[in-house]
């Protein structure tokens, strides 16, 4: 008997586990990169399974190694740990107890799966294949993020292939979806303050008015899509905040400026960053305004190996069955777990977590978002046996 065979067992037997767990994970969130009591939580869980577990020396991150009996491959598999800064609104039993944080991404559910899986492949070496190298990762939500600290520890030295996957509400529970090649963008945040001269709102050729410096540029902020980037390569250019001035009579001396870019391709990514500049100078100078700016650079986009996301949506359509299986569209949104796929080939897909019926509706980073948490079922058969299918 093979190991997939002891595959379906093992979830109906684990899955009131892996319930508690997440639960007990979102009633007890942590923020990115102070995620230390989730950490020795999930390590105590791990090593009642018999695991042996290596801590990060950089993060709070874990790794684990299972090896089997027999020859094979590393199968890299990755889950996220932290939570957000958001006010839990449910009215649940297993609503966050820590005031202002909470899980509204669905990794206490990523991490309830992974925790899950090891316990499958703890009790089944002896069939095993290869080594199953598992990742429990930090600070996935906040840049520059807990994945690249890892991966420069060498959590990915040997590994042949690397999974994750992503509980997704806005797909409907039972579906499963990726791409091959561009999935998730690369995201970089902008931070600007224009500073011109204040004075009476009676007397403007007084001043250096900032609200017109900063409508002006944000205007032109619309031309780089429209007419500097190719039209065959998707871009946002969003303006999300936007503060000048506080009385109806007074010229605004300063004005702040945040917004987000969001690419797929590096040449486009640093056209946009060199555009973006140079209309920020240029207008401050038509103007006589002067002006900091700050780009922060978050993760490259989420690029999936061809081969490895064949195989997922192949085994999906066994698995799950094909009339569940969706070929997904780029979404403009991030994850980290782009460092991984720039070391590894690997997939990262996303499971249906979505129903009405136990109003997981909300979307991602809501404060009253919630799974189906059947979802952990889905994910659990599409690690293990995509794993076990790329071990053949």
């Known amino acids: 008997m093979n190991i997939i065979a002891h595959l379906e067992p093992h979830i109906e037997n684990i899955y009131e586990k892996a319930v508690h767990w997440r639960r007990y994970l979102h009633e007890n969130p942590e923020l990115s990169f102070q995620e230390t009591k989730t950490s020795a939580w999930i390590q105590k869980k791990l090593e009642e399974m018999g695991c042996h577990v290596q801590r990060c ?26 939570g957000l800064p958001i006010q839990d609104e449910k009215t649940v039993a297993y609503a966050s107890k820590v005031p202002n944080v909470m899980h509204a991404c669905g990794h206490d559910g990523h991490t309830a799966t992974l925790l899950a899986i090891a316990e499958f492949y703890t009790q089944h070496t002896d069939k095993l294949k290869g080594e ?48 091959a090649g561009n999935f998730m963008s690369a995201v970089d945040d902008f931070y600007i303050d224009i500073q011109g001269l204040g004075g009476h709102g009676g007397m403007p050729h007084d001043t250096v008015d900032t609200i017109v410096v900063g409508t002006q540029f944000v205007q032109s902020l619309q031309t780089i899509v429209s007419r500097s980037v190719n039209p065959m390569n998707p871009a946002v250019v969003t303006v999300g905040s936007f503060q000048a001035g506080h009385a109806n009579n007074i010229i605004a ?34 103007y006589g305004a002067t002006y900091s700016y700050n780009l922060k650079k978050g993760y490259p986009s989420v690029i999936n190996d061809e081969t490895e996301a064949n195989r997922v949506l192949s085994v999906a359509r066994e698995v799950i069955g094909a009339d569940n299986v969706i070929v997904a569209e780029p979404i403009m949104i991030a994850e980290d777990f782009s460092y991984y796929l720039k070391e590894v080939p690997g997939c990262f897909m996303f499971v249906g977590a979505g129903n009405e019926e136990c109003q997981a509706t909300y979307a991602h980073h809501h404060a009253k ?9 889905h994910a659990i058969r599409m690690l293990v046996h995509v794993a076990e299918q790329y071990a053949q």
């Open 57 to 82: 020396t950089q993060s709070n991150g874990l790794i684990v190694s299972i090896v089997g009996a027999h020859n094979g491959p590393t199968v890299a598999l990755r889950a996220d740990m932290d």
């Open 132 to 179: 199953r190298r598992l990742l429990f990762q930090p600070a996935e939500e906040v840049a520059p993020g807990g994945a690249a600290p890892m991966i420069a520890e060498g959590v990915l030295r040997g590994v042949d292939v690397v999974y994750g996957v992503h509980l997704w509400t806005p797909l409907p529970y039972g579906k499963v979806s990726t791409r």
């Open 253 to 286: 001396e300063r004005c702040g400026i945040k917004g987000t870019i969001r690419t797929f391709d590096e040449p486009t990514r640093a056209l946009i960053h060199d555009k973006l500049e140079n209309i920020l100078m240029t207008t401050c100078n038509m």
């Open 369 to 377: 978002f919630d799974i189906d948490e059947r979802a952990m079922k």
